[in-house]
């Protein structure tokens, strides 16, 4: 497997992050951006903590927190060209990155590989909305 890590948001990585994140089958309905201008304002606002994320020193996608609606929520998007095992081990680098718990994620109904990897860094199904899926990390028993 490739080295993956996660890193803040640098300008010099906007337009790689922007590529992965359009290139993205992922279907995570807070990640949608029609244009680099949307992308920006998104990753510029103070409630986004973003990350890109690196594979063997390439940008190939995307992590982020933020605050919904008074909930922290977690999002995801990776270049199809990243690794298999890269999406899971950054979901895996970012809610060890997030503390906050319980944390959500929310997903389109048909995005199967993002409720796959949801699954197995132990995401419940929370409720469904529509057309998505809001899953649960909750808080753990110490």
């Not at 933020?66 to 995801?76: P, T």
């Amino acid at each position: 497997m490739p080295h993956i890590e996660l890193r803040a948001l640098q300008d010099d990585d906007r337009d790689a992050a922007f590529r992965a994140v359009s290139a993205s089958t992922s279907a995570w309905p807070r990640a949608a951006f029609d244009d680099r201008a949307a992308f920006d304002r998104w990753s510029d606002d103070a409630k986004v903590d973003a990350h890109v994320i690196v594979e063997d020193d390439a940008v190939v996608g995307l992590a982020a927190a933020l605050d919904v609606d008074g909930e922290r929520e977690i999002l995801l998007a990776i270049s199809p060209s990243a690794h298999d095992d890269a999406p899971t081990e950054a979901l895996r680098l970012l809610t060890s990155h997030e503390a906050e718990r319980p944390l959500y994620a929310c997903v389109s109904v048909d995005d199967q590989p993002s409720h796959a990897v949801l699954a197995r860094i132990g995401f419940v199904e929370h409720e469904r909305d529509g057309d998505d899926v809001v899953y649960v990390l909750p808080p753990t028993l110490e």
